[in-house]
């Protein structure tokens, strides 16, 4: 069965993928943007109807050790395709982000059921916290599945609310002590395929609709502490402080420069200050550094620029420096194979070339560490996410999910000639 050639004359609909959203959006959603932050009964309902979206297919719908929820469309051979994306969100947060890539994937499967039994076993996935917004660990439930979730970190982890991440999962029966066996999951896996929306203005500024993703930028983030001396601050002269705080900004003014220089993208995100009142100089200011880059030699010389920046500002105000590990992942550049599939349907639905680096981290991050993996993009308008603004034309969003389907057929078609 080849199925390339068929992507125009099955019943695969972008519409209804819409469609799905936007019940979606009234379910779990509101005048402030979506609810659905994992662990939480709002998530809970956004799988509830992901499973009412799956009732009438023949598939076999399984949750696994790290809370992932997965449903499969059983083919001639053990061999796996999977797709899929994310139902969790963050507070506030837009329609799109994550979803389009579940119901997409949900389409697929209908579409491929519609023709009786695919050559190979497809899989589409809700990952688990992908968004990562109560605990802090993005990409959760993908991370278990490649073993690179690191359990100790994750055992120590707290929300806002003082709720321990071990706690808050096992109400919802994950333990870290069994999440391992998440990782039977890959067995068969040939391709992970997702569609998703950019999250950024690129596309739009192009006058472009969607695009091939090339891979996803490596992340380096720290927290940046800087030590001095708390005075007072209408007795302290301005040359005899020690102030963190305009260490900080230095810092902060030199790692702009750094992205700058690098073609990169770098942050400070975060700023607080100690004692934090308004006739105190502060005595010590920790920030939080954020940098990406898609290669990985640009990637390991912004970070060593960022540590003697962060060295010289110190310096500069008479301060000391040290610096926390938060997170880091290296680039993912995506499957050869599938970056040309990807292309080809590119070109069919929009007729152009064009594509991109993800500066956002998807699953498709996680998984590209293990299985060769690809993503489709869709543009945002204003280039805007994770808020209620975040949207998509509804013309661009078919075009991607058509796209996707286009790729997920020419996997299907390089699993069968062994090619993946």
């Given amino acids: 069965m080849t199925t390339a050639g068929t992507a125009d004359a099955v019943a695969y609909d972008p519409a209804r993928v819409v469609a799905s959203l936007r019940t979606l959006a009234e379910r779990t959603g509101g005048p402030d943007g979506s609810r659905r932050l994992c662990w939480t009964p709002e998530w809970l309902e956004a799988r509830a109807l992901f499973r009412e979206s799956l009732a009438t297919l023949p598939v076999e719908i399984e949750t696994d050790e790290a809370g992932n929820l997965w449903a499969y469309l059983r083919g001639a051979s053990d061999d796996m395709i999977v797709v899929g994306s994310h139902l969790d969100s963050v507070p506030k947060g837009g329609w799109l982000d994550g979803a389009l890539g579940v119901m997409a994937g949900v389409e697929l499967i209908r579409a491929l059921a519609a023709e009786g039994v695919p050559p190979v076993t497809v899989a589409v996935v809700d990952w688990a916290d992908e968004e990562g917004a109560r605990f802090g660990r993005s990409l959760f439930g993908s991370a278990a599945v490649v073993g690179s979730l690191d359990t100790e970190a994750a055992a120590a982890l707290v929300d806002k609310e003082g709720n321990k991440l071990p706690e808050v999962i096992g109400e919802h029966g994950i333990s870290l002590d069994t999440i391992d066996g998440a990782r039977t999951r890959l067995q068969h896996v040939k391709a992970y395929l997702e569609v998703h929306i950019e999250q950024g203005p690129v596309l739009e500024a192009k006058g472009l609709g969607i695009c091939t993703v090339t891979g996803t930028k490596g992340i380096e983030r720290e927290r940046v502490i800087f030590l001095g001396q708390a005075a007072h601050s209408g007795t302290m002269p301005m040359k005899m402080r020690r102030d963190t705080f305009v260490a900080a900004s230095r810092f902060a003014i030199a790692l702009n420069e750094i992205g700058r220089r690098?073609?990169?993208?770098?942050?400070?995100?975060?700023?607080?200050?100690?004692?934090?009142?308004?006739?105190?100089?502060?005595?010590?200011?920790?920030?939080?550094?954020?940098?990406?880059?898609?290669?990985?030699?640009?990637?390991?010389?912004?970070?060593?620029?960022?540590?003697?920046?962060?060295?010289?500002?110190?310096?500069?105000?008479?301060?000391?420096?040290?610096?926390?590990?938060?997170?880091?992942?290296?680039?993912?550049?995506?499957?050869?194979?599938?970056?040309?599939?990807?292309?080809?349907?590119?070109?069919?639905?929009?007729?152009?070339?064009?594509?991109?680096?993800?500066?956002?981290?998807?699953?498709?991050?996680?998984?590209?560490?293990?299985?060769?993996?690809?993503?489709?993009?869709?543009?945002?308008?204003?280039?805007?996410?994770?808020?209620?603004?975040?949207?998509?034309?509804?013309?661009?969003?078919?075009?991607?999910?058509?796209?996707?389907?286009?790729?997920?057929r020419r996997a299907i078609d390089l699993v069968v000639a062994g090619e993946l």
């Fill in 262 to 408: 690098h073609d990169g993208v770098t942050t400070v995100g975060h700023a607080q200050c100690w004692p934090g009142v308004v006739t105190a100089v502060p005595g010590e200011t920790r920030v939080t550094m954020d940098m990406r880059h898609i290669d990985k030699d640009a990637l390991a010389a912004m970070f060593a620029e960022m540590q003697q920046a962060a060295t010289d500002a110190a310096e500069a105000e008479g301060c000391t420096v040290s610096m926390e590990h938060i997170f880091r992942i290296p680039p993912m550049p995506f499957n050869p194979r599938l970056l040309d599939a990807a292309r080809e349907s590119v070109r069919e639905v929009e007729g152009h070339d064009v594509e991109l680096p993800s500066g956002a981290l998807h699953d498709a991050s996680e998984m590209a560490r293990e299985v060769p993996t690809v993503m489709i993009f869709s543009s945002s308008i204003a280039g805007l996410s994770h808020t209620k603004e975040e949207d998509t034309p509804d013309e661009h969003l078919h075009m991607a999910v058509d796209a996707f389907h286009r790729t997920c």
